[in-house]
C-alpha cells in the first residue's frame, strides 16, 4: 500500500513538474515574410531574367522546328521513301532534343531558385533565432503551413514585428503579386 501511495506521489510531482515547464513559443508566417525581404524580390528578378533568356531560346528552336516540318511536308511527295524516312527520324530527332531542353531549363531553373533563395532563407533563419533568443522563446510556429489549428495569443508571441524590424521591413509594407511575380509597395504612396 504504501508503495502505491509512494508511486502515485512520484507521479502526480512529475506530471506537476511537466506542466510548469510549458514552453513558451513564438510564431511567424516564414515565407510571407521571406517574400517581403529586398533580396528575394532581386532574387526573383534575377530569375526572371534568367528565364527569359531561356525562354526565347526555347521559341527560337520551335520555330526551327516549324519551319524544317512545313519544308518537309511541303517536299515529301516529292521524296524518295528512304529520304521522307530519314527526314521524319531528323524531325523526331529535333523534336526530343526541344523536349530534353525545356526538362533541362526546368531543372536549371528550379536549382538556380535553391542557389538564390539559400542566404536569404538562411539570413531570415538566423534573424528568426536571434528574435527568439532574445524573447527567451523555446520554440517558432511556421504559421503559413496552416498545420495548427490555435494559437493561444496568451502563451505564444507573434515575433513577425521584431523579425520585421531586425531584417528592415517596413511594418505597413504590402506585397502584391503581379501575374507570378512580387511586387513590393510602401504604403506611404
Same mark, same amino acid.
Given at each position: =500500500? ?14 506537476? =513538474? ?16 521571406? =517574400?517581403? =525581404?529586398?533580396? +528575394? ?12 533568356? #531561356? ?13 524544317? +516540318? ?47 533563395? #539559400? ?28 498545420? #495548427? ?41
Amino acid at each position: =500500500m504504501k508503495v502505491r501511495l509512494l508511486l502515485a506521489a512520484v507521479l502526480t510531482n512529475a506530471f506537476l =513538474m511537466v506542466s510548469a515547464q510549458e514552453g513558451k513559443f513564438g510564431y511567424i508566417d516564414f515565407n510571407s515574410t521571406l =517574400m517581403l =525581404m529586398p533580396e +528575394y524580390l532581386e532574387a526573383e528578378i534575377n530569375l526572371q531574367k534568367i528565364q527569359s533568356d #531561356y525562354k526565347e531560346e526555347i521559341e527560337r528552336s520551335k520555330r526551327e522546328f516549324e519551319r524544317v +516540318y512545313i519544308e518537309f511536308m511541303l517536299e515529301q511527295d516529292q521524296l524518295s521513301a528512304s529520304i521522307v524516312a530519314k527526314r521524319q527520324r531528323e524531325l523526331q530527332l529535333l523534336m526530343d532534343n526541344n523536349a530534353q531542353f525545356r526538362d533541362k531549363v526546368q531543372s536549371d531553373l528550379e536549382a538556380k531558385r535553391a542557389e538564390l533563395l #539559400y542566404p536569404i532563407r538562411n539570413k531570415l533563419l538566423k534573424t528568426v533565432s536571434d528574435v527568439c533568443s532574445s524573447l527567451n522563446l523555446d520554440y517558432v510556429i511556421d504559421t503559413g503551413k496552416g498545420t #495548427y489549428l490555435f494559437i493561444n495569443p496568451e502563451k505564444g508571441v507573434d515575433i513577425s514585428t521584431q523579425v520585421y524590424k531586425l531584417l528592415g521591413i517596413d511594418n505597413q509594407t504590402e506585397q502584391i503579386v503581379e501575374g507570378e511575380k512580387p511586387v513590393i509597395v510602401s504604403s506611404d504612396k
